[in-house]
């Protein structure tokens, strides 16, 4: 595709279920990564991959969240057990590591925990 | 660490007015510094960024090291301007990068 592609673009879940966002991004972009953007907030970082590896972490709130890069391509964040306060948008990136470059946005998915 | 700051969470201008969105960072050695924006129901994009020194839509951000900013600029603002404003700071080709919480622009007629 031409752009990175998120899915689903809306998600509706009970809380306390697990839920599996995916992102691909755009065919050789080496970085990726993972933001959220709540109501009134800004864009929180997750977590960040250069290839399949995840140099930086530290963004995400807790042992629920995992994500996982494969073959330097699609990615999954996965949030169990959800709660409510996990409602909001996760954006995805990804751009290539050449100097100055941007990071092309995803129409990011819209989680919503009832 | 790495860290963007942007002041203001609102800024409302009238159309025509001058802008000027705040973003000051923190990191010692040479960074790479963007603006986004996104504008109603559209995906983030870049707006410009420091090391092209150009002009786009109007608006520029003058890179300043030595305060540390990195702000953005607008002689006379439009109303399809009102969009949120990200500032995001990359510190090398394999770093994260680090918006700040981002302020909204408001023009109003």
């Known amino acids: 595709g031409a752009g990175v592609s998120q899915s689903p673009s809306n998600k509706v879940t009970e809380k306390g279920k697990d839920v599996e966002l995916r992102c691909d991004p755009i065919s050789g972009h080496t970085a990726l990564y993972w933001y959220r953007q709540s109501l009134g907030q800004g864009l929180e970082f997750l977590i960040y991959?250069?290839?399949?590896?995840?140099?930086?972490k530290s963004g995400l709130p807790s042992d629920r969240f995992s994500a996982e890069r494969t073959g330097g391509s699609v990615s999954t964040l996965t949030i169990q057990r959800t709660q409510q306060e996990d409602s909001a948008v996760y954006l995805c990136a990804s751009s290539t590591q050449r100097l100055n470059t941007e990071a092309f946005f995803g129409q990011g998915t819209r989680l919503t925990v009832v | 660490a790495q860290r963007v700051t942007q002041p203001e969470k609102l800024l409302s201008v009238f159309k025509g007015a001058p802008v000027e969105l705040k973003c000051n960072y923190s990191?010692?050695?040479?960074?790479?510094l963007f603006w986004y924006v996104q504008y109603s129901r559209q995906r983030l994009q870049l707006l410009l960024r420091?090391?092209s020194r150009e002009s786009i839509k109007g608006f520029t951000a003058d890179l300043n090291k030595g305060e540390t900013s990195f702000h953005l600029k607008k002689p006379f603002a439009q109303e399809e301007d009102s969009a949120m404003y990200y500032c995001a700071l990359r510190t090398g080709t394999a770093s994260k990068l680090t918006f700040g919480t981002g302020t909204r622009l408001q023009v109003t007629l």
């Open positions: 420091h090391i």
């Open positions: 991959f250069q290839g399949n590896s995840a140099p930086d």
């Open positions: 990191y010692s050695g040479s960074p790479e």
